[in-house]
């Protein structure tokens, strides 16, 4: 790979904003918060040095991949009023930024050259500059300040493998903070396209009431498909023995070790899909579910009952809505819990603590499973037939 260093202005960047693509392993577009915006572009006018932006592309440098910079990228447009992509904050106020403890600001504001421009946006300080108001030719000078702001540009070009842009991608943010489901939307293959494009996006893992921001129900398909692959891959034991941990490692290692679909994980796949489809049908309202360790677990259950004939969706939706009722119940009560429910109690330990380790799941399948078990005969939750009794 070969590297070649070059600064460009924010004017320059503005004016080739759409020659530069933004490839599947990018965050999405809009991840940074407002404050986090204002303190960019704070930190530019005040001429403070910034990260470097890293492109791919033809060593002429006309049409470029980003590489790294996507955030940056998107807020200095955003705050030009140029980018489409943030609905939410396009066009958003300057701000005088400052660093606070407590109740006091470590740095003082006194020397902001721009302290008096601080609310505006940058349409209204470019009217103001052609004004013949007293702050003119304050607004000028932030202007040229800003516009010709100089940028480290790095672009890389002569790769031998696109993979490697992805490896480049994980090491220039290993000391950001990028979450699970951002790294594994970096990673390239048929599983992680199965994951991101097709189940992330099932009507089923749309509804859930988890997060959506930052590839959260792409992790979870992630996730699912881990615990499906180790169930169809083990012929051994009751299904809730064969789940395996789900650190970010773990998918990692599934997304490449099958960067290409057999036909026969295709198939797995597949009924994944039908079992999703299934509980789609038998959920009136998946917001129900807020954690996605929730999500999985009554997944796998799913999975594990789907081709028993006496297996009826509808049923489990019931139970789980009732489970989940009480489960929440408890969980407000505090100390105050009921103790029949204490088990409810232990099965929430399992879902906010070390969810993604071999022990919680495998405790959370087991416990599930058997009191779904239960339910079907008795038509009673586990401790609701002693207030019946009271």
Not at 293 to 322: C, G, H, K, N, R
Request: with cysteine.
């Amino acid at each position: 790979m070969r590297k070649m260093v070059s600064p460009w202005t924010v004017e320059e960047l503005s004016e080739r904003f759409g020659t530069i693509s933004f490839p599947a392993y990018q965050r999405e577009p809009t991840v940074w918060s407002r404050a986090a915006k204002q303190r960019l572009i704070d930190s530019m006018l005040r001429e403070f040095d910034i990260a470097a932006f890293y492109f791919y592309g033809d060593r002429d440098g006309e049409s470029v991949e980003c590489v790294d910079g996507r955030q940056r990228i998107g807020a200095i447009m955003s705050f030009l009023d140029q980018n489409e992509a943030d609905r939410r904050d396009n066009g958003f106020q300057f701000q005088v930024m400052n660093e606070l403890n407590s109740e006091d600001e470590i740095y003082g504001r006194e020397g902001h050259p721009f302290e008096t421009l601080s609310g505006m946006t940058y349409r209204e300080i470019q009217e103001l500059g052609e004004s013949a108001a007293p702050d003119a030719a304050t607004a000028r000078e932030f202007l040229k300040t800003l516009l010709t702001y100089p940028m480290t540009v790095v672009l890389l070009s002569d790769s031998l493998a696109d993979v490697e842009f992805n490896l480049q991608f994980t090491r220039l943010n290993l000391g950001t903070l990028i979450n699970s489901g951002e790294k594994l939307h970096a990673m390239v293959g048929d599983l992680r396209d199965v994951c991101f494009d097709e189940l992330a996006q099932h009507a089923f893992l749309r509804s859930v009431g988890i997060r959506t921001r930052r590839f959260a129900k792409a992790q979870l398909a992630a996730q699912i498909i881990t615990q499906v692959f180790a169930i169809e891959s083990a012929s051994d034991g009751d299904v809730e023995d064969r789940l395996v941990r789900m650190r970010y490692g773990d998918l990692q290692y599934l997304f490449k070790k099958h960067a290409r679909l057999a036909d026969q994980a295709r198939q797995w796949i597949e009924k994944l899909a039908e079992v999703l489809d299934g509980l789609n049908a038998a959920f009136e309202d998946p917001g129900v579910f807020r954690s996605q360790a929730m999500v999985l677990s009554v997944v796998v259950l799913a999975y594990d009952l789907w081709e028993q004939d006496e297996f009826d969706p509808a049923e489990l939706a019931t139970f789980v809505e009732i489970w989940l009722e009480r489960l929440g119940q408890q969980v407000k009560k505090g100390l105050r819990y009921d103790g029949q429910y204490e088990y409810l109690l232990e099965f929430n330990l399992h879902v906010t603590q070390a969810s993604v380790e071999r022990k919680a799941v495998n405790s959370r399948a087991k416990m599930l499973k058997e009191e779904f078990a239960a339910w079907r005969k008795t038509g009673v939750l586990r401790g609701d037939d002693e207030v019946v009794r009271s």
